[in-house]
Each structure stands twice: as structure tokens, then as C-alpha cells.
């Protein structure tokens, strides 16, 4: 069966400190992988998705980047981090092609900037 | 406009009732569609998907009008563990981007 697996869980980091999440997905190959930000009580946004090791498609212009070093392995970085940064960051990955299938998240990271 | 649009709530209902949520979408061209459920500061998680028939899960019946373009909830004998925000979720054809509504949230009271 597939996993998802993000690290760290939470994180606490001051303005203008470098920022780097991994999401690492188990027991399938080739996923679509995505980056989510969901601010406190809002809405899911989502930030990157990939459909292959470095293809990278940015969805709202912002500080942050990402990267896809290998097939299930998704990261997301920022060398200088913003208040506006803080949120929940959710990786998620779905199956290529598969109309009929969905998106799976992990567990998240809740980010706090101060 | 947005991809996907829902009544935010809160539903507050309480224990054994019936709700309903509604959510629409405006792209034709939308193929897939889901409903997840998210608990207060954990990842959504998927509640069940939406076929053109309608389906059911237990106490959970999903229904897509595509001619009217929304997709219906109906949560019947609610539970308390039923609280949760809900959220609806469209895909395309050749697209890989799920687009989410912002949620609805349920809380169900004894």
C-alpha cells in the first residue's frame, strides 16, 4: 500500500530564516506530488505540483520554491521566510493519468513564523 | 469566478438529523469529483468519490447534477464524530490540478 510521509510534524522558525519540507511518498512510482498551504481557517492553496523528477509548476508567485530530486521525493524551500509564511503545508500525490482516482495528503507541517 | 464554490457554514445540527451540503463548480469540462472530510488541524481525507449515479456509503449519499454542474452531500442520523469541515473537490480531463472548495463546516451537537 502507498504512504506519504512529511517531516517535521511542527516548526517554529523567525523572519527571514531558510525553510526546507520534505514529503517523501512510498509504494508507487511515478506520482503527480503537490504542495498545499492552507492558512488558519481557510481554504487549501495550492503552491506546486510535479509530474516528473524536475518538472516543477508554480502556481502563486511568492518566496517559496520547490524541487523534485527523485521520482517520490518532494521538497519545499525558502531562503528567507515571511510572517505571511506561517500556515499548514500539505504534500499530497495522485496517480498519473487516473481520472477516477485522488489526491492523497500527509500527515502535514504546521509552520509558525515569527 | 471560482473553480469551486460552497457554503462555508457552520452546519449546526443536531444529533440524528439529516444535512445537506452543496457545492458547484463552473467548469464544464470537470470529469472527477470527491468529498473529503478534514478534522480541526489534520489533512483532509477522502470521504468518498461522486459518480454520475449517485452513490452511497452507509449513512453518506453523494449526488452529481452535471447539468446544473454541483455535487450534493446528504449526511443522514448524524453523529457527533460526523463534525468535521467538508470539502469539495473537481478534476479535468488532461489536467493534473484537483481544484478544492474552501469547505463547509459541520458540528454536530447533542
Known amino acids: 500500500s502507498q504512504t506519504i510521509h512529511q517531516w517535521p510534524a511542527t516548526l517554529v522558525q523567525p523572519v527571514g530564516s531558510p525553510l526546507s519540507l520534505e514529503c517523501t511518498v512510498e509504494?508507487?512510482?511515478?506520482?503527480?506530488l503537490y504542495w498545499y498551504r492552507q492558512a488558519a481557517g481557510r481554504g487549501l492553496q495550492l503552491l506546486f505540483y510535479?509530474?516528473?523528477?524536475?518538472?516543477i509548476s508554480s502556481e502563486v508567485p511568492q518566496n517559496l520554491s520547490a524541487s523534485r530530486p527523485q521520482d517520490r521525493q518532494f521538497i519545499l524551500s525558502s531562503k528567507k521566510l515571511l510572517l505571511s509564511d506561517s500556515g499548514f503545508y500539505l504534500c499530497?500525490?495522485?496517480?498519473?493519468?487516473?481520472?477516477?482516482?485522488?489526491?492523497?495528503f500527509g500527515p502535514g507541517t504546521r509552520l509558525t513564523v515569527l | 469566478r471560482k473553480e469551486v464554490e460552497q457554503d462555508p457554514g457552520p452546519f449546526n445540527v443536531p444529533e440524528g438529523a439529516t444535512v445537506a451540503f452543496n457545492c458547484t463548480y463552473s467548469?464544464?469540462?470537470?470529469?472527477?469529483f470527491f468529498w473529503y472530510r478534514q478534522d480541526c488541524r489534520k489533512e483532509p481525507k477522502l470521504l468518498m468519490s461522486?459518480?454520475?449515479s449517485g452513490n452511497e456509503d452507509g449513512r453518506f449519499t453523494a449526488q452529481l447534477n452535471r447539468a446544473s454542474q454541483y455535487i450534493s452531500l446528504l449526511i443522514r442520523d448524524s453523529k457527533l464524530s460526523d463534525s468535521a469541515t467538508y470539502l469539495c473537490?473537481?478534476?479535468?480531463?488532461?489536467?493534473?490540478?484537483?481544484?478544492f472548495g474552501s469547505g463547509t463546516k459541520l458540528n454536530v451537537k447533542p
Open positions: 499530497a500525490w495522485s496517480v498519473q493519468g487516473d481520472l477516477t482516482d485522488t489526491q492523497y
Open positions: 509504494g508507487t512510482s511515478n506520482p503527480n
Open positions: 510535479s509530474v516528473g523528477i524536475g518538472q
Open positions: 467548469n464544464s469540462a470537470s470529469q472527477s
Open positions: 461522486v459518480y454520475s
Open positions: 473537490v473537481v478534476n479535468r480531463y488532461n489536467f493534473n490540478k484537483f481544484y
